[in-house]
């Protein structure tokens, strides 16, 4: 455990309000849009939420510290949505949908012309800045997750937009490391295939 986190998780076994405040606005968007992964409304959503919170506060005491504590409360709100969802018969265990799409390719076939690509691919990198700062941009993309399966949506959610790790994503949604990879990857592909128009040159 280290030690921000031992300082944290003593302030909340303490009763610190503070702590628990600043808890809640670090996590608190992360894991509604997780939540809201697993369920139909984003009042279930928020319902979810407060169930995770109180499971924190109640379970602190048997935290052991083998994982940090954000990775804790992720893996928490993963168990609690994913029970939740399925009572709300919306959802499939995450194993089955961990493999569900894994013969498809992530990367439309016709993209390649005698082993390579077709035409070069352009980096992310020369438009990130132009991007992060267009908002039609930014819908399109929260757009094309939307479309994204159960589990490649709660990856790249997890890993692109809510900065966790990847040790942090497996152990949250309970699916391996190399299979955490190969579905942030088709996820990243997907969702670039269909922003390519705002990769391509201008003038």
Known sequence: MSPDDERLIAALRAGDETAFAALVRTHGRAL???????VSTDALAEDVVQEVWVAVLTGLDRFEGRSSLRTW????????????GVREARSVPLSSLAVADDDAPAVDESRFADGAWASPVRPWSLDAAR???DDEAGERIREEIDRLPEVQRAVITLRDIHGLGSDEVSEALGISQGNQRVILHRARSRVRAALESYFAPTG
């Open 131 to 133: 991007i992060a700062l």
């Open 32 to 38: 509604q849009r997780l939540a809201r992964m697993f």
């Open 73 to 84: 409360i992720f893996r928490v709100a993963a168990n609690i949505a994913k029970t939740r």
